[in-house]
């Protein structure tokens, strides 16, 4: 094994055993706040990495370039230098009517449309979370929402639809031939959901994935738009920011405790 890490840049010493994900800038800046960083590393190509300590507890933030292969390179590069949980917090384009600008959707499990999860594994094989990081990720939102995130943000599970298309409200996703049934499946679209559950299970790591809606089918709002300072949906704009905020505060609320509950677990394991 490399010394330095190809794309990441990162050595042993550079990562802590959890690790939030996300390809989205405005969470990483947001997690850049929280945390007390004491290490920043620029990778190659789009990477990088701080790490830091929140409530005394080492979390790593990584920020990938977009797509499913930028998440299958972090994970890769990372899990070898001791990297064991992943929450990712990312984007998606509702397909459910019912999700508004600034939802949250936990991915219970994922459509495989992207390259990366197909390429990884036989179809047959499920992308599928962490149950134990899914329940601890569902509990945390919980008990927190009011705290964490106050600005009415709605937080639903359900199944995504990952595919290689960011601009995916186009003609080129919806003629697809599985889109309409995958449309009745799935609550939204994403990049990478798919590929990092898929690579989780290979590799034998505790992974979960947030999607934070960014636009909307039913409503006519295309993928991108809200990220132009200039826009004319202001208010929605707003919305969007709100939820990209509480799902990472979220996040590393999430990261920290579960830290602690395998560090009480590794206590009690010595002691039998």
Not at 109 to 127: C, H, Q, R, T, Y
Not at 181 to 188: E, F, N, P
Not at 236 to 261: C, F, M, N, P, V
């Amino acid at each position: 094994m490399p010394l330095i890490q190809p794309f990441t840049k990162c050595r042993h010493g550079d990562v802590g055993s959890h690790v939030l994900l996300t390809w989205v800038e405005e969470v990483f800046e947001k997690a850049s706040e929280l945390i007390n960083v004491e290490n920043v590393v620029e990778g190659r190509g789009g990477f990088k990495t701080i790490t830091g300590f929140y409530r005394g507890i080492k979390l790593s933030v990584v920020k990938t370039p977009i797509g499913a292969h930028g998440t299958l390179i972090a994970v890769e590069e990372l899990s070898k230098l001791g990297a064991r949980v992943f929450i990712k917090v990312g984007l998606g384009y509702a397909l459910s009517p019912s999700l508004k600008i600034g939802d949250v959707v936990v991915a219970t499990s994922a459509i495989k449309g992207d390259g990366v999860s197909k390429a990884a594994a036989p179809l047959e094989a499920p992308a599928i979370p962490s149950y134990e990081l899914l329940e601890l990720l569902i509990e945390t939102i919980r008990t927190n929402i009011s705290q964490l995130a106050p600005n009415r943000i709605s937080f639903v599970q359900g199944l995504v639809w990952s595919s290689d298309l960011y601009y995916s409200n186009g003609l080129t996703l919806e003629s697809d031939s599985n889109y309409k049934q995958y449309a009745r499946l799935a609550l939204v679209v994403d990049s990478d959901t798919a590929a990092l559950y898929t690579i989780g299970l290979i590799k034998k790591l505790q992974t979960i994935s947030m999607d934070v809606v960014e636009a909307s089918r039913a409503k006519g709002l295309a993928r991108g738009e809200l990220f132009s300072e200039d826009t004319e949906h202001a208010e929605l704009r707003r919305k969007l920011l709100d939820g990209i905020e509480s799902a990472t505060k979220l996040a590393i609320e999430a990261l920290s405790l579960h830290y602690e509950h395998s560090m009480q677990n590794s206590v009690r394991r010595g002691r039998s």
